[in-house]
């Protein structure tokens, strides 16, 4: 008996553990985003003066397009190449799985040089406008666009599937997008999350390349209104987890079958 | 002025390799409007790559495929109007019952009052009507290839492609929608391709069966002349049981190693080599020294419902089967018993 209770001991000791290291800077941070700075409970002004500084308005609204653009751009480019893979050429998805993980291991900096030097010349607009950065921005969050579509495609029997609408006289696009699409919506909801989340959060590239976006904004505030910076990213966490959540309940009551389409419901 | 009339489907010189294997050699098959062929054989003889070729899922290296007279070789599988059930269930998990039958409709642009009346139809016909609402989780292996072939019914196709729709199905389940699938294809009249390996299926609803091996069709026909008049020993083995017997012709038989046995051995030379094959129901048990008949002993019994199967080692090497009726070949248990060979369950290849 005594030896059955070390191990789970052993497990509750290293649970405390890392609960300790995640939640101790939570703590921190909202004591030090939120709380008065001479004490006496909590206040919203650092971040209300966050909200109000110049720019903040403009960095925001270029970061949502950014990440409106990102997310449209990879899934545009990830969802037919993805599908087209699985049903065509399955051999090669070990391949493009190791090319998917590789902007983890290139860092962003050498990203903007590879990309300054290899298009300054003939397209400079990627260097300059902001719009520019979508597809750097796809390139840093393909690892998660890859493996989200790829999951979804792996839970369905993609090639039947492709082949029963095939069949009954569906196009290549219609088979794409009436057959393929409804049923990874799922993932697609997860892999348009997470290129919002970066495109968000994203900063060496928005800095190097001098555009002020949510990230570099926050940034050049953290030296005037530290607290409000801070607050900033703790709101930023939130949202992020609260967003995780929307995706997980939608991904439950998807296998649950209540996420419905209807060919009359036109 | 003569009217020629078409077949439903006709493949000719279709060959398929995949890489070194060669998957179809240069396979010819005419189906007639309305007929119901079944190509029978061993996991990778070709059936499964023969109807993908027809679907249009597999483009042959060379060879036609015809449908009602027109070519169809180089039309994509969206184009060719045919319908298939897959042997995994292939129901779209996003849709209804109801929007899954109407699928093939709306890629055609019908109006929606179309797509629910003739969807509804099709769902009335295979008996699930009360089922339009629901997804295909919420189904049972059995009601959802009902549904599968509903949808492929929906878009009137010119052919309709079975490929193993039963396989993945309980027994029971899937002698009932066996019959049912004949039912509506005779209402129908719609020209259908079936593929399978269970020989027991093909035979029961085909008005032709054709056996495959190695990417070749070894032999097609109406199911009693496959079962009865096998071209070769492979069909004989794989369309039902079978004895096989070394031996060497002699006048009026085959002499084995356990006696003379009299069967029909036109065409062979006298002191050939041979396989005598006979099927378990014309193995004939009856008393010992009866006319014509080699003795042998009984060695075991299988009760198999309807028939008993006697494992019996005649005098001289040779062991067989016997289907005796029902369970009257108990009394046989542990004897000596005759056994003759009916020459019209008998046949002679040579080896």
């Known amino acids: ?266 | 002025m003569s009217t020629e009339i078409n077949p439903g489907l006709e493949l000719r010189g279709v060959r398929k390799t995949f890489g070194q294997t060669v998957a179809l050699e240069a396979l010819d098959l005419t189906l007639e409007a309305g007929e119901f062929v079944s190509l029978l054989g061993p996991s990778g003889c070709g059936k499964t790559t023969a109807l993908r070729a027809v679907a249009g899922f597999e483009r042959p290296d060379a060879g036609s495929i015809f449908v009602a007279g027109h070519d169809v070789s180089d039309m994509p599988a969206s184009k060719r109007d045919m319908g298939m059930v897959f042997q995994s269930y292939s129901l779209f998990p996003h849709l209804t019952v109801i929007d899954n039958v109407a699928f093939g409709l709306r890629m055609r642009g019908q109006s929606a009052t179309v797509r629910r009346s003739t969807a509804g139809e099709m769902l009335e016909l295979v008996g699930l009507s009360a089922q339009s609402d629901r997804y295909a989780h919420q189904l049972s292996g059995g009601q959802q290839q009902r549904v599968a072939l509903a949808r492929a019914l929906a878009i009137s196709p010119r052919v309709l492609l079975l490929d193993e729709p039963l396989s993945a199905l309980d027994a029971k389940v899937r002698v009932g929608l066996r019959d049912e699938i004949r039912r509506i294809q005779r209402t129908l009249g719609i020209t259908t391709l079936f593929v399978t390996h269970d020989q027991e299926e093909a035979m029961s609803i085909s008005d032709r069966v054709g056996v495959m091996s190695n990417g070749r069709l070894e032999q097609i026909g109406a199911p009693v002349d496959v079962y009865r008049k096998p071209t070769s020993a492979f069909v004989a083995r794989f369309v039902g049981t079978v004895n096989t017997i070394e031996g060497t012709v002699v006048h009026g038989g085959v002499n084995t190693s356990s006696g003379f046995v009299t069967v029909p051995v036109d065409g062979l030379v006298a002191g050939a080599p041979v396989k005598l094959l006979v099927r378990p129901e014309a193995v004939m048990i009856e008393h010992v020294g009866a006319e014509g008949t080699l003795t042998g002993s009984v060695t075991g019994l299988s009760f198999r419902g309807a028939v008993t199967r006697v494992s019996i080692d005649i005098r001289g090497g040779v062991s067989v089967l016997a289907d005796v009726a029902g369970a009257s070949a108990e009394r046989f248990a542990g004897g000596d018993v005759g056994v003759r060979f009916e020459p019209s369950g008998s046949f002679v290849e040579p080896a």
């Open chain 1, 1 to 266: 008996m005594t030896t059955r209770r070390r191990p789970q001991i052993g497990l509750a000791l290293i649970v405390v553990a890392c609960a300790v290291f995640f939640i101790v800077p939570f703590i921190a941070t909202i004591r030090f985003g939120f709380a008065k700075p001479l004490g006496g409970g909590y206040t919203f002004k650092a971040i209300t003066r966050m909200v109000h500084a110049d720019g903040f308005g403009t960095a925001l609204w270029l970061s949502a397009r950014l990440a409106f653009g990102t997310t449209f751009f990879s899934l545009l480019l990830m969802v037919p190449t993805l599908a087209w893979l699985h049903l065509k050429m399955p051999k090669l998805l070990p391949a493009f799985e190791v090319v998917s993980v590789l902007p983890y291991a290139i860092p962003a900096v050498a990203l903007v040089s590879g990309a300054a030097t290899a298009f300054r010349k003939p397209w400079p607009f990627i260097l300059i406008e902001s719009i520019g950065m979508i597809p750097l921005y796809a390139i840093v969050a393909l690892p998660f666009t890859y493996r989200s579509i790829d999951n979804g495609l792996r839970a369905i029997d993609v090639k039947t599937l492709s082949e029963a609408a095939r069949g009954l006289g569906a196009s290549w696009p219609k088979t794409l997008f009436a057959v393929i699409v409804p049923n990874i919506s799922t993932s697609l909801l997860g892999a348009a999350f997470l290129n919002i989340a970066i495109a968000f959060g994203e900063y060496t590239i928005a800095s190097l390349l001098l555009h002020q976006t949510f990230s570099a904004f926050v940034v050049r505030q953290a030296n005037e209104n530290p607290r409000g910076a801070t607050a900033m990213g703790l709101l930023s966490i939130l949202f992020t987890c609260l967003t995780l959540g929307l995706v997980s309940s939608l991904s439950r009551r998807r296998k649950g079958g209540r996420v419905t389409f209807s060919a009359f419901g036109r």
